[in-house]
C-alpha cells in the first residue's frame, strides 16, 4: 500500500479527473453556462456597436430615437428594418452585430417565410409560431432553465442540510416531531397547490422558487439525517462532548464537514431535477410568465406545430444534452467521493 501527502479533497479530485465522460461533461457544461451568460453579446438584436456620421453609439445598452440614424419617427430604432440597415451601411458607417441578430423577443416583421418557417441563412434555427429566433429562444432559455436550477438546488441544500442535522444531531423527541412533520408535509399534494397559486399570484420565477423550495428539501434531508446519526456516536464527537465544546461548533465543526458527501454527490441530479421541474410547469403553463424564454413552452409549441419539426427536434437536443452533462457529472462525482475506490 502506497501512501500520498495529498488531501482526501485533492484525491477525490483526481479520481474525478480520471472519469474522462465526468470531467470533460463538467467542463462543455461550465462553457455552456458561460456562453449563456454573454447572451446579450452571442445573441441580440441591438448592434454591439455603431458608427454613425463620425458618432459611436452602443445600442446594446441604451436605446436610440429612430431620427438618430435618419428616421423619421421618435420611437426606439428597430435595427432589423432594412431602411435602418441600409443607413447603417452607408457612407462609411458600419454596426457591429452580434453573431445572431435576434433577442429572445424579436418578432422580425421582415421575414421572407410565414411562421414557423423552417432553418435558413437568417434564422439559423427557424422561428417559432409567434416569429421569434429560436436560437435565441434555446440561448436564453436554457440560462433561465440553469440559473433558476441553480437557486432551487442551492435553496434546497441549504434547508436539506439544516433540518436533516437538528433531527440527526439531537435525536429522540426532536428527530420524531421532524419525521411527522415530513410526513405529513410530503403527503400534500404538490402540483395542486402550484395551480392554486397559479391562479391566485401572478406567475414569476420567483413565486416557482419559493413553492418548489418548500417541498424540494425532504429527499436531502433524510441523508444528512442519517449522517448524523451515524456519526455522532463516534469517538470524536464524545471527545468533543465531554471537553464542553458547544452543540454549534460540534454540528458546524465535526459532523458537518464529514457528512456532506450526500449532499455534493447528489447536486448535479438534484440541478437536473430543477430543469425537468421547471420545463414540466412552462409545458404545462404554469412556469414563467408569458415571454420569457422557456424550454418547456417550446416543447409546448412544437406539439402544437407538428410540422415545424426543427421546434421540437432543438428543443429536446438542448434539454437531453443538459441532462446528460449533469448526469454524467453526477456518476462520476459519486465515484471520486466512493471511498471503496481510494487510491491504494
Known amino acids: 500500500m502506497t501512501f500520498s501527502s495529498q488531501t482526501p479533497s485533492a484525491r477525490a479530485w483526481q479520481r474525478f479527473r480520471r472519469n474522462r465522460l465526468g470531467f470533460w461533461s463538467l467542463v462543455v457544461f461550465c462553457t455552456l453556462v458561460v456562453l449563456s451568460l454573454l447572451a446579450e453579446v452571442i445573441s441580440n438584436d441591438r448592434p454591439l456597436l455603431v458608427s454613425y456620421e463620425g458618432e459611436l453609439y452602443v445600442p446594446i445598452v441604451r436605446d436610440y430615437s429612430e431620427k438618430t440614424f435618419g428616421g423619421d419617427f421618435d420611437t426606439h430604432t428597430d435595427y432589423l428594418d432594412p431602411f435602418i440597415r441600409k443607413q447603417l451601411s452607408s457612407n462609411g458607417n458600419w454596426a457591429l452585430f452580434a453573431p445572431n441578430p435576434y433577442g429572445p423577443k424579436t418578432l422580425n416583421y421582415f421575414a421572407k417565410a410565414p411562421n414557423p418557417s423552417g432553418p435558413s441563412a437568417d434564422n439559423w434555427l427557424g422561428t417559432d409560431d409567434r416569429g421569434r429566433d429560436l436560437l435565441a429562444q434555446l440561448i436564453y432559455g436554457f440560462r433561465v432553465s440553469v440559473l433558476f436550477a441553480l437557486a432551487l438546488t442551492l435553496v434546497g441544500t441549504v434547508l436539506g442540510i439544516v433540518t436533516g442535522a437538528i433531527q440527526g444531531f439531537f435525536g429522540g423527541k426532536t428527530d420524531l416531531a421532524f419525521q411527522r412533520f415530513i410526513e405529513i408535509w410530503g403527503s400534500m399534494p404538490e402540483l395542486y397547490l402550484l395551480i392554486i397559486f397559479s391562479a391566485v399570484f401572478a406567475p414569476s420565477l420567483a413565486l416557482l422558487l419559493v413553492l418548489l423550495s418548500l417541498f424540494g428539501w425532504m429527499g436531502l434531508s433524510d441523508y444528512v439525517r442519517a449522517e448524523f446519526l451515524r456519526n455522532r456516536q463516534l469517538d470524536y464527537v464524545r471527545a468533543a462532548r465531554s ?22 454527490t447528489f447536486l448535479p441530479f438534484r440541478m437536473s431535477g430543477a430543469i425537468l421541474a421547471l420545463t414540466s410547469l412552462d409545458f404545462l403553463g404554469l412556469g414563467v410568465p408569458p415571454g420569457t424564454p422557456s424550454l418547456g413552452e417550446l416543447l409546448s409549441q412544437g406539439k402544437n406545430n407538428i410540422d415545424a419539426w426543427w421546434i421540437s427536434l432543438f428543443t429536446f437536443a438542448v434539454l437531453v444534452i443538459t441532462l446528460l452533462l449533469l448526469t454524467f457529472m453526477g456518476d462520476a462525482l459519486r465515484d471520486a467521493l466512493d471511498p471503496r475506490k481510494a487510491d491504494k
Open 243 to 264: 471537553l464542553g465544546v458547544s452543540n454549534w461548533h460540534i454540528i458546524t465543526r465535526h459532523l458537518l464537514p464529514n457528512s456532506l458527501t450526500p449532499v455534493v
